[in-house]
C-alpha cells in the first residue's frame, strides 16, 4: 500500500481482502460468545442463577448479566479509541482479540452457583465485562481498518465482510449448540455440555491472533491525509463541532444493534420460552436463516456501493417499520412455516444493514478523531440499546401480556431512524473518507480521481468551517 505524489491512496485489492478477512475472523470470535450465550441462555440461567425460583426471573437475570457487561463497552472505547488514533488501527485489534478469546474461555471454566454459590454469577459477570472492555475497541476499530484499506467505490461491500464474520460467528455457535442438544440428554447438557463451546474460544482466538499480528497498517493512517495535520481535540470539542455527525452515528448504531440483538440474541429465548419450540427447532431455523442473510449482506453491501448508502438504509427501515410487528404475528402462529417465515422478514430486512453499516459508520468523521469518535459513540449506543434489547424485550412482554410487543418496539425504532436518516443524514457511498484523499485500485480510478480533484474533496467545506469553530 502507497501513498504516491498526487496524494492518492494507491491500495493492493488482494491485500485488502486478506485484511477483510482477518478481521472478519477476529469479529466471529466475538459473536461466536455473544451467540453461545444466547443459545445456552436458558442452560447458563439455570446454572448461575439456581437461587431464583421463577424460571422467567432467571433468564431476566441472565440477560441483565448479558446487559451489564455493555456498559464497559464505552470504557474500551475511550481507551483503545484513543490509543488507535494515536499508535494505529492495528495494535489494538491485536490486543482486543486476545482479550476476548480469554473472557469466552473463562466461562467454560467457571463453577456452577452449586458449587460455590454467590461467587458463581459474580465471576460470570467479571468475564462478561472483560468481553464488554475488550469489544469496546474491537468492532469499531475493526470497521476503521476496513474503510481505510478498501477502494472508495468498494468499501460497502468490503465493509460488509466485518458483518459476514458475525454471521459466521453466531452460525458456528449455533452449529455447535445444535449439536449438543441433538447428541447430548438434557441432564449432559445442563452438567458439562454447554462449556464444550466456551472452551473452543482459546483456539479460534489464537487463528484470529495470528492474522492480525500479519497486518499491514492502513495507508490513511500512515499518511496523516488531514489537509493541515489538525491537532488532537478532545471528545468534549469532538461532540461540539461534530455534534450532528455523532447523533447520525449514534442513532444509526442504535437502530442496527436492536435490530440484530432482536434477531439474534433474544429470538432463541424467544422461540423457546415464549412460543414453546424446543431449542433444537429454534436453534436450527435461526441458523438456517443466518446461513441466507450471508449472501444477502453481500449483495446489499455491492448494492449500496451502487446505489448510495442512505437508499439502502431506507429500504431496511421502511421495511422494519410495515413488517416488524406482522413478523411477531406470524412467528406466534406457532406453525413452523410461520415462524420461519416470521424469522426470514426480519433478516432480510437486517441484512440491509449488515451489507451497508460497517462501510458507512467510519465516513462520519475526520481521520484524526475517526477511531475514537466511532469507537465512543458507537458502544454508548450499544451499551444503551443493543445490549438492553433481550432485557427489554423480555421486560416487555411480562409487564404487557402481550407477545407481539417486541415487533411494536422494532416498529418504533425504525420510524425514528427513517426519519433521522432521511432528513440528517447524505450518501457517502463512492466518497473519500474525510480528511482524506481518495483511495482507489485500478488505473482508471486513479485517472478519474485525478481528472476530478472537487469531487474527491467534498469534505473541504465542512473542514473549514470546523476550523473557523476552533478559532472562535
Given amino acids: 500500500m502507497k501513498f504516491n505524489k498526487k496524494k492518492i491512496n494507491v491500495v493492493d485489492i488482494q491485500q485488502t481482502k486478506k485484511s477483510v478477512f482477518a478481521t472478519g475472523v477476529g469479529n466471529a470470535m466475538e459473536w461466536f460468545d455473544f451467540g453461545l450465550y444466547s443459545y445456552l441462555a436458558v442452560i447458563i440461567s439455570q446454572n448461575f442463577f439456581s437461587a431464583v425460583q421463577n424460571d422467567e426471573l432467571k433468564l431476566m437475570f441472565t440477560f441483565a448479566t448479558f446487559a451489564i457487561a455493555f456498559l464497559m463497552r464505552p470504557l474500551g472505547g475511550v481507551i483503545f479509541g484513543k490509543i488507535g488514533d494515536k499508535l494505529g488501527r492495528k495494535i489494538v485489534l491485536t490486543i482486543t482479540i486476545i482479550l476476548m478469546a480469554f473472557s469466552t474461555l473463562l466461562i467454560g471454566l467457571l463453577p456452577t452457583y452449586n458449587q460455590i454459590g454467590i461467587w458463581a454469577p459474580i465471576l460470570l459477570l467479571v468475564a462478561r465485562i472483560i468481553q464488554g472492555f475488550s469489544t469496546g475497541g474491537e468492532y469499531a476499530g475493526a470497521m476503521v481498518y476496513i474503510a481505510e484499506s ?229 458502544n454508548v449506543s450499544v451499551s444503551i440499546f443493543g445490549g438492553t434489547t433481550p432485557l427489554v424485550s423480555t421486560w416487555l412482554v411480562h409487564q404487557t401480556n402481550n407477545n407481539l410487543s417486541p415487533g411494536f418496539y422494532l416498529t418504533i425504532v425504525s420510524i425514528i431512524g427513517f426519519l433521522v436518516i432521511f432528513f440528517l443524514f447524505n450518501s457517502t457511498s463512492g466518497k473519500s473518507l474525510k480528511g482524506s484523499h481518495p483511495t482507489v485500485a485500478t488505473k482508471s480510478e486513479y485517472k478519474e480521481a485525478v481528472e476530478n480533484p472537487k469531487d474527491s474533496l467534498w469534505w473541504q467545506e465542512e473542514l473549514n468551517e470546523r476550523r473557523e469553530d476552533k478559532e472562535e
Wanted: proline share 3%.
Fill in 150 to 378: 478498501s477502494p472508495d467505490n468498494k468499501r460497502n461491500v468490503l465493509g460488509s465482510g466485518l458483518e459476514i464474520g458475525t454471521l459466521v460467528g453466531y452460525i458456528i455457535a449455533s452449529l455447535l449448540a445444535s449439536i449438543l442438544f441433538i447428541v447430548l440428554s438434557d441432564h449432559q447438557m445442563a452438567t458439562w455440555g454447554w462449556r464444550i463451546p466456551f472452551l473452543l474460544g482459546l483456539p479460534l482466538g489464537l487463528i484470529g491472533f495470528y492474522l492480525r499480528r500479519h497486518l499491514e497498517e492502513t495507508p490513511i493512517f500512515e499518511n496523516e491525509l488531514s489537509e493541515e495535520g489538525i491537532q488532537e481535540e478532545s471528545f468534549l470539542s469532538i461532540l461540539k463541532h461534530h455534534k450532528k455527525d455523532v447523533f447520525v452515528c449514534f442513532v444509526a448504531v442504535a437502530f442496527f444493534n436492536i435490530t440484530n440483538y432482536m434477531l439474534l440474541s433474544y429470538m432463541p429465548s424467544y422461540l423457546d420460552e415464549i412460543i414453546g419450540l424446543s431449542s433444537t427447532v429454534g436453534t436450527v431455523l435461526i441458523t438456517i436463516i443466518m446461513i441466507i442473510m450471508v449472501p444477502l449482506a453481500l449483495m446489499f453491501g455491492k448494492l449500496s456501493d451502487i446505489i448510495g448508502n442512505k437508499t439502502v438504509f431506507l429500504i431496511g427501515l421502511g421495511g422494519l417499520t410495515l413488517l416488524s410487528a406482522l413478523a411477531f404475528y406470524l412467528i406466534n402462529l406457532n406453525g413452523l412455516i410461520f415462524v420461519s417465515l416470521g424469522i426470514l422478514i426480519l433478516g432480510v430486512m437486517l441484512s440491509t444493514y449488515e451489507g451497508t453499516m460497517p462501510g458507512t459508520l467510519p465516513t462520519m468523521f475526520f481521520t484524526d478523531i475517526r477511531y475514537r469518535t466511532l469507537a465512543v459513540t458507537f
